[in-house]
């Protein structure tokens, strides 16, 4: 599918688990200061969710356009909006919002960022980001995770559209016709539902989902609703944002190589889902893979784990760039 070029993408970490408030800026990502009008600055909140804020650059009509989107809300109520207001950054001209999947973790700020951004906002989705779902462990203990509201986030202002295929930003241009070819202007790939390929890339075992009730629980490993974006900057290749990647980062990557036909990976930013006792046997499988794609830059956030994310500084230190809450990485022609 043809993935239009982009000149430029900025990605700012807006939720992630950690903030270190010591990391040093360079030409790839810029740091939140420490000093500010000689007093030290309010630091942002860490916490176990993930939300990263999009924009990117690029020419379309013989104009520099440039387009602002939010991918996934993290795991607080407030969390976002907080961390947002330390930072300095401007919610309110986020054109649409986009949903990895529908775990806590990555939803929980939808209500208050809508209720922020004060007007109405499109939210893309899997159809299955709004099951009903629990955590149900080996032992028989179990807990139903919070699950999104559609009529909340209606009456918050939120249009809600369910895709489980593939589309494309900005929606502006892309919500009439597909068929006005000549002003296409697929900027942003949206992946929509990942095939599982891998034979190690395991899904995320203990989900379950509500068959009529809360009572009648089914397995539900796959979490067929885990979506990445992916675009290409011009001269460099690839970006892959995930959330968490339960449908794999191999699986992703493997996806994203297939469908635009692009093989050189620039950068690959977010959740690997490589931590817990239950995903360590498959770290030196996804690290071999991920050698042998070779990108650029690798961000691992959020839920890749410390033991991943060491194994990367230890296979690949020249392309791993460590994030942090508060961090904005810029990826360039």
Known sequence: MNLQEIESAK????VDNITD???????????PPMISNQTISKSPIAEHGFSALLEISYVHENATKTNKFLFDTGVSKDGIVNNSDVLGINLEDIETIILSHGHFDHISGLISTLRRLKKSVEIIAHPEAFLRRWLVYPNGNKARMDFLNEEEI???????RKVDKISFL?????MHSQKKTNHANNRVMITGEIPRVTKFEKGFPLQYKEQDNEIDLVP???VSDDQALIMNVRNKGLIILTGCGHAGIINTIKFAKKVTGIEKIYCVIGGFHLSGQDYEDSIPLTMAELTSVDPQHIVPCHCTGWKATNKIIDTM??????SSVGSTFYFEA
């Open 11 to 14: 990605i700012t970490i807006l």
């Open 21 to 31: 408030r010591l990391l040093p800026s360079s030409s790839i990502v810029k740091r």
């Open 154 to 160: 209606n009456q918050a202002g939120g249009i809600i």
């Open 170 to 174: 900005p929606r502006n241009a892309n």
């Open 220 to 222: 539900d490993p796959l």
């Open 317 to 322: 230190p020249e392309k791993f760039i460590q």
